[in-house]
């Protein structure tokens, strides 16, 4: 079996995992699952204090997380969201040794160690994280991987400084650029947001400063979705590029992640959902497909047409 082989194998054993009912899981890591539900449900939300811990991921690469988050890739070795299986089925299809990726709000860095991986020793992997916490842990990740170069930044429009929002334990994937983003959610009354200011990057200075002429682009950056791709408004017309980014439902057809389609569509980029087996689909009403889908949100792939 070789090294491919081996990777898809684990992958469908992960995600068999990822999943299976709470009974099955529970199967699976009998002492593990037990002890991380205890953690997450009875002693952080006491302390309000994360413990950082070591996960193995399916594609062999130790990753370090501050419980409650990655529990699921401490348990499966994946992330285990339906819209995460998915993307990464697509990364590990679409990425090929030598290839450019670049991931905007890495966090943690999961899909940096699978861009890292698939991109080999010839590739290159740019992380962009603004996060306080996030950037040291993304920065540790990355550390034993020389095709992962790192960036304690966000990505905008803008050159210089931006405010950026921060939040503890389990909503620190929700850290934003935009004020007040979750002012109507009922977490955001029980968490202590801390305000930074960062300095920004522009996708397009990092595609010239390094030559780029392709790249796999995936876009998370809550609600700054819009800036990113503004300044990358030089390299999309140019440049061979795939862009992944999260899209969320709304009933605004002046939201932020609506204007983001509509900059895709002026450059001739077309929106395609991921299939559960990582292949593509392409959309002609991404609302209609999250409604028929029973969606909220969801990765989606734009390529040029």
């Given at each position: 079996?070789?090294?491919?082989?081996?990777?898809?194998?684990?992958?469908?054993?992960?995600?068999?995992?990822?999943?299976?009912?709470?009974?099955?899981?529970?199967?699976?890591?009998?002492?593990?699952?037990?002890?991380?539900?205890?953690?997450?449900?009875?002693?952080?939300?006491?302390?309000?204090?994360?413990?950082?811990?070591?996960?193995?991921?399916?594609?062999?690469?130790?990753?370090?997380?501050?419980?409650?988050?990655?529990?699921?890739?401490?348990?499966?070795?994946?992330?285990?969201?339906?819209?995460?299986?998915?993307?990464?089925?697509?990364?590990?299809n679409e990425?090929?040794?030598?290839?450019?990726?670049?991931?905007?709000?890495?966090?943690?860095?999961?899909?940096?160690?699978?861009?890292?991986?698939?991109?080999?020793?010839?590739?290159?992997?740019?992380?962009?994280?603004?996060a306080?916490?996030?950037?040291?842990?993304?920065?540790?990740?990355?550390?034993?991987?020389?095709?992962?170069?790192?960036?304690?930044?966000?990505?905008?429009?803008?050159?210089?400084?931006?405010?950026?929002?921060?939040?503890?334990g389990?909503?620190?994937?929700?850290?934003?650029?935009?004020?007040?983003?979750?002012?109507d959610?009922?977490?955001?009354?029980?968490?202590?947001?801390?305000?930074?200011?960062?300095?920004?990057?522009?996708l397009?200075?990092?595609?010239?400063?390094?030559?780029?002429?392709?790249?796999?682009?995936?876009?998370?950056?809550?609600?700054?979705?819009?800036?990113?791709?503004?300044?990358?408004?030089?390299?999309?017309?140019?440049?061979?590029?795939?862009?992944?980014?999260?899209?969320?439902?709304?009933?605004?057809?002046?939201?932020?992640?609506?204007?983001?389609?509509?900059?895709?569509?002026?450059?001739?980029?077309?929106?395609?959902?991921?299939?559960?087996?990582?292949?593509?689909?392409?959309?002609?009403?991404?609302?209609?497909?999250?409604?028929?889908?029973?969606?909220?949100?969801?990765?989606?792939?734009?390529?040029?047409?």
């Amino acid at each position: 079996m070789n090294e491919k082989e081996d990777s898809t194998n684990n992958m469908i054993l992960a995600e068999k995992k990822a999943r299976s009912s709470k009974l099955r899981k529970l199967f699976y890591s009998p002492v593990s699952y037990p002890l991380l539900l205890s953690f997450n449900k009875l002693i952080y939300p006491f302390l309000k204090k994360g413990i950082v811990v070591t996960a193995k991921t399916f594609f062999h690469q130790p990753f370090k997380t501050r419980l409650p988050a990655g529990t699921d890739i401490i348990l499966h070795g994946i992330k285990s969201h339906d819209s995460e299986i998915r993307l990464t089925k697509f990364l590990v299809n679409e990425i090929k040794p030598g290839d450019t990726f670049i991931d905007v709000g890495a966090h943690y860095g999961y899909y940096a160690l699978l861009g890292s991986t698939l991109v080999g020793k010839n590739g290159v992997v740019h992380a962009i994280e603004p996060a306080v916490d996030s950037f040291a842990l993304l920065r540790e990740n990355a550390a034993s991987h020389p095709n992962i170069r790192t960036y304690k930044n966000a990505a905008s429009n803008l050159a210089g400084e931006i405010t950026f929002y921060e939040y503890p334990g389990p909503y620190a994937e929700y850290n934003t650029t935009v004020e007040n983003a979750y002012f109507d959610t009922p977490w955001i009354k029980h968490v202590n947001e801390t305000v930074n200011r960062v300095e920004t990057i522009l996708l397009d200075d990092l595609m010239d400063a390094n030559q780029l002429t392709k790249a796999t682009i995936k876009i998370d950056a809550e609600g700054g979705e819009l800036a990113v791709l503004k300044g990358l408004g030089k390299s999309l017309p140019e440049k061979d590029l795939i862009v992944i980014m999260e899209y969320l439902i709304s009933p605004d057809s002046d939201s932020l992640h609506h204007q983001a389609v509509r900059l895709f569509k002026k450059y001739n980029y077309l929106p395609h959902a991921i299939q559960p087996d990582g292949s593509l689909v392409l959309l002609h009403d991404i609302d209609l497909y999250l409604k028929e889908s029973n969606l909220d949100s969801d990765n989606l792939v734009f390529l040029k047409g």
